[in-house]
């Protein structure tokens, strides 16, 4: 089967404008998360989703950002009112299950770039 | 949000030797630690995994050596290749959801 999707690869954006970025999960996967990573920089945990619920929201960053899933499947991440310091790449993993004996399996991610 | 993005080490071998990288690990109740390759413009591939009830694990071409003791994990490549040149990432899990990922180390492989 496929792998874990995300869309757009790349999106550019100016400051202030609202974004929205999009995660197609592995299939059978109930755990989905989000992820950020700096240019060069190692992986900030952004939020993580069990089924439709989102029991940890504590990783993100500001009140501007937010994230659903529906159907136990598509998740988008959505950044309000873009700042330059959001430009980052945006991955997004799913697994099986959560915790020991279950690696996430990451998409390709979403380079934003605010201008 | 939880970071531990610092600027990445770099460990260059030359092509046909054996690679070693390594990884601290912070948190004591980790109980499963995964290793994770990432090439440019791609995200995390997993590479191999072990339990915190095992020292050693291998798959094919990569050994992972794990001591509790002085928390330390390492990545062991045999007969490193051009197509291993990436950036390789330890994490950490203490059985919940939140996996926590190290800095990252580069490997580049000289032909």
């Known amino acids: 089967g496929a792998g874990v999707s995300q869309s757009p690869s790349n999106k550019v954006t100016e400051k202030g404008k609202d974004v929205e970025l999009r995660c197609d999960p592995i299939s059978g996967h109930t755990a989905l998360y989000w992820y950020r990573q700096s240019l060069g920089q190692g992986l900030e945990f952004l939020i993580y989703f069990q089924g439709n619920s989102a029991p940890d929201k504590s990783g993100l960053p500001s009140d501007r950002f937010s994230a659903e899933r529906t159907g136990g499947s598509v998740s988008t991440l959505t950044i309000q009112r873009t700042q330059q310091e959001d430009s980052a790449v945006y991955l997004c993993a799913s697994s099986f299950t959560t915790g020991t004996g279950s690696p996430l399996h990451f998409g390709n991610g979403t380079r934003l770039t605010v201008t | 949000g939880e970071s531990v993005g610092l600027h990445l080490p770099t460990l260059s071998v030359q092509e046909g030797d054996n690679s070693i990288i390594n990884c601290a690990y912070s948190n004591s109740a980790s109980d499963y630690f995964i290793w994770y390759k990432q090439e440019s413009g791609k995200g995390p591939q997993f590479i191999i995994d072990?339990?915190?009830?095992?020292d050693k694990r291998q798959g094919q071409r990569v050994t992972v050596l794990l001591n509790k003791t002085v928390k330390h994990l390492s990545l062991q490549i045999a007969a490193t290749q051009p197509g291993d040149s990436a950036v390789y990432f330890c994490a950490e899990n203490t059985g919940g959801f939140k996996t926590i990922f190290g800095a990252g180390t580069r490997l580049f492989v000289k032909a």
């Open positions: 072990i339990r915190s009830n095992m």
